[in-house]
């Protein structure tokens, strides 16, 4: 039987938790969880545009969280607020695998060094501290066998993949020299409330939602394609699992969903949980064609094996749910200031 959210969250209690992206997609939800079960959470967020960071993420919580707007490279802003951290959820970075190809230098600060900025601010100010990494399932590249795990090789198509990939060494490099407690993800397709949806910089689905609530029809590129997906309550359990748990410490797990779909299929069930909608399929552009990775579902046996996780909220659930949210939100989204 699956852990509930809110009871690992419980668990946390009184703990002091730092977010870096707090103020982004996964990292808002998580902090809400967090706050909502007694935790006392800091959030660092520079609020890039085009990063998904939105003030509206903590809306109703802004007593209850502490912002700080700025830069993870800030080395000594990172130390202020990583001083006495229990748990630090290492989510800022660059998202986009197009944006990366067109400004491979901003990636490689974000992803790169943004990384190394937090482990040596744990290093130095928190070195008991439970480090949670979110990577990419963009590290493999194209598979050469489905479904993927982590023995897979790493072969990324594009410039995000590879700083990702890096951004992983050096967590497992600081744990291997330094002892600190680290775990790393890499996630597939996660998607929920507050995901970005003004446009197709960080996932196809979050402009589908768009286009669909406001009656455009969808742009489904190529079409067959498979792919897997988690809802973002899912994320946040894997998170909280490898926070409070020891066994998972040094590795790297794979989160995933093996019943995959192909994006006409999402297309289509997307329209028909609407209510209403329509699609076209239409070619790649070019610049996408060339770094997409194919067909893509991860095998998550690992962490079913070592934490007990696997994905619990059904696609039609979570896909009822995010429609949801932002049929009442959606407008803060695709107009809201970034």
Known sequence: MQTALSDLAAGMAGSRVLITGGLGFIGSNLARVLVEAG???????????????????????????????????DESLMRQVVSRTDYVF?????TSHLDSMHDPYTDLEQNCRGPIAVLEACRHAAPDAKVVFAS??????????LPVDEGHPLQPVDVNGIHKLAGEAYHLLYRDVYGLHVVVFRLTNTYGPRMRVRDARQTFLGVWIRQLLCGEPLEVWGGTQQRDLNYVDDVLRAFLLAA?????DGEVFNLGDERAIT?????????????????????????RKAIDIGDFYADYAKIRRTLAWEPSVPLEDGLERTLAFFAEHGPRYWHGPE
Not at 90 to 94: A, F, I, K, P, T
Not at 136 to 142: A, K, P
Request: net charge negative; glycine share 12%; charged share 25%.
């Open 39 to 73: 935790a006392h959470v800091t959030v660092v967020d520079a609020l890039v545009s085009g990063h998904g960071g939105l003030r509206f993420n903590l809306a109703g919580m802004e007593d209850e969280v502490q912002v700080h707007i700025g830069d993870v490279r």
């Open 90 to 94: 290492n989510l800022s970075g660059q």
């Open 136 to 145: 990419t399932r963009q590290v493999y590249g194209r598979p050469k066998y």
């Open 244 to 248: 409070d748990r020891r066994d998972g």
């Open 263 to 287: 994006l006409q299929d999402l297309a289509e069930l997307l329209i028909t949980i609407h209510g209403r909608g329509e699609y076209r399929v239409i070619s790649f552009p070019p610049e």
